[in-house]
């Protein structure tokens, strides 16, 4: 299409949505419309139970602060994050990150983000994830084989090592789990101080070096130091065997044949590991805790493992692992690791039916749309037979958005689904759960994690 023509179908479609009406403004008062985007997993609910399922907030006068609109309808979630990229682009709490860790493709800008994403999208296809991704079942096995029969485990500290060690060996090439003092403590202590100036509505001036701020600056170049010494190791020794590293290395635009700089490669593998550990452990502990509460799902994935016999479960496999897949679906529905996500919308466009204005900071709150009873039957039931092929036939694709959608959506996908499937049906096979707690708490560092211990009592199979 001609520049001209774009430029023609943006003011007609800009001249369409100029008469819709702007989102209904959420009735809640003040200082609960505050605490409910503090809490943007729950919060994001009773946005949503008040003011819709495209609901507007403002927080002060116009032009000092943006309007901020949370959206929680499959429709509305299509047309924020489906808009074409010069209509949205990411928000200040991208910026914030992006201070601490560096330009990467998460915190990027789309001008800037594009080419990157083009350089590196290929090395996270189902193909080449499938090809450096087989870890997860070893590190399952692992962690597994140092259980007693009748032993309470804490299901989150389990599965926090198994995503470590299977990430350090796909991603880096190490056995990450054995620094996870030196990675896990420095991530968490960065992640806290991000949100906690993201959800505070006051705080010190950048300049000021807080003891909080030293901390976080220094938890980020430890991890920093750790990929750069990582890229060290595979350019000085071409046997160091880092498959994700040695992947981005090799990759090139394919428009311009540019490849990676160190300095942006380093930036990547840091938000892979930030991006990459949290989300997927939290995944897999939700799915073991519900399991641990359902025997008769739990013996069906056991059976479905049990079925490819009794070698190490490998990707190759993933196709007989369908019902697995779904209680990983059902988890992330309701447990989803990114409860919510922000734009800020750079062109007016049109949501949900109501217009939201160039300026405007917007959220689809995944987590709110997935539990809405509006959308689904029995809402907060452990139920993978939704996810079911006849089941899902016809559900609108953008309701169930754990990954998000559009152009920024999660380029770790396959990878994270992959892992979790291997460990799950490998934890499983020859281990039975029973869950001792009848809740998981969540907590909000800046992905949902569980809060505290998830404890369950192991029985060995074998
Ligand atoms: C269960 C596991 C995971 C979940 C639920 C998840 C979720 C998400 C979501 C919702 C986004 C989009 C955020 C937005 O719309 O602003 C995202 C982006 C991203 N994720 Fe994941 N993620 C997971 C695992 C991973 C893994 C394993 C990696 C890397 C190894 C990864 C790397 C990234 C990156 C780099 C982005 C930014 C993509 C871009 O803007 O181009 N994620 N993730």
């Known amino acids: 299409m001609a520049d001209s023509e774009v430029v023609t179908n943006v003011a007609a479609s800009r001249a369409d949505i100029a008469g819709l009406p702007l989102a209904p403004l959420n009735p809640l008062p003040y200082r609960q419309q505050i605490a409910a985007i503090r809490s943007f997993h729950t919060g994001f609910e009773v946005l949503r139970d008040a003011g819709g399922p495209v609901t507007r907030l403002r927080f002060g006068p116009k032009g000092l602060f943006p309007d901020f609109v949370v959206v929680s309808s499959p429709q509305a979630a299509h047309d924020l994050l489906g808009a074409p990229m010069y209509c949205t682009d990411r928000a200040i709490t991208h910026d914030e990150l992006q201070r601490l860790l560096g330009e990467s493709l998460f ?14 999208q290929p090395v996270f296809t189902k193909k080449s994830v499938n090809a450096f991704g087989g870890h997860m079942a070893q590190a399952a096995d692992m962690v597994a084989a140092g259980w007693t029969d009748g032993q309470v485990v804490d299901l989150d500290a389990a599965s926090r090592r198994v995503t470590l060690r299977a990430l350090g060996r796909s991603v ?13 403590g420095p991530m968490r202590t960065a992640m806290n101080y991000v949100t906690g100036r993201l959800v505070s509505p006051v705080h010190a001036p ?20 750790l990929a750069a010494e990582i890229l060290r190791s595979c350019r000085d020794d071409p046997s160091h065997d880092a498959p994700l590293v040695r992947s981005m290395m090799a990759a090139t635009d394919p428009d311009t044949g540019r490849t990676l700089s160190d300095a942006e490669m380093c930036n990547d593998l840091v938000v ?22 359902h025997p008769d799902i739990q013996e069906k994935v056991r059976a479905e493992a049990r079925a490819i016999g009794d070698r190490e479960i490998s990707p190759t496999d993933l196709p007989a692992l369908g019902y ?7 988890s992330l529905r309701l447990c989803p690791p990114a409860p919510g996500n922000s734009r800020m919308v750079t062109q007016d466009i049109e949501v949900g039916g109501y217009l939201v204005k160039a300026g405007t900071l917007a959220s689809v709150g995944m987590y709110a749309m997935q539990r809405d009873p509006a959308l689904w039957e029995r809402p907060l ?44 049906a490998t934890m499983v096979r020859h281990t039975e759960f029973h869950s001792l707690d009848k ?12 809060d505290g211990p998830i404890p369950a009592r192991v029985r060995s199979l074998k």
């Not at 915190?107 to 590196?120: A, C, D, F, M, Q």
């Not at 697995?324 to 059902?330: A, F, G, K, R």
Request: proline share 7%; with cysteine; glycine share 6%.
């Open 272 to 293: 892979f590991m930030f991006a990459g550990h949290d989300t997927t452990a939290t995944t897999l502990t939700y799915a073991l805790w519900a399991l641990g509460h």
């Open 381 to 424: 039931e452990f139920d993978p037979d939704r996810f079911g092929p006849e089941q899902s036939e016809g559900r609108d694709r953008w309701q169930f958005i754990p990954f998000s959608a559009g152009a920024r959506t999660c380029i770790g996908d396959h990878f994270a689904m992959l892992e979790a499937t291997l460990a799950l």
């Open 439 to 450: 809740d998981f708490p969540v907590a909000l560092p800046f992905t949902m994690v569980a």
């Open 107 to 120: 915190t990027l800008r789309n001008k800037p983000w594009l080419p990157r994403r083009r350089i590196l």
């Open 172 to 184: 880096l090439g190490i056995d990450l789990d054995e620094r996870a003092d030196s990675i896990a």
């Open 206 to 225: 950048r300049w000021l070096p807080t003891p909080a701020r030293r901390r976080a600056r220094a938890a980020a170049r430890q991890v920093h130091d």
């Open 324 to 330: 697995t897949v779904q209680v990983l679906h059902e």
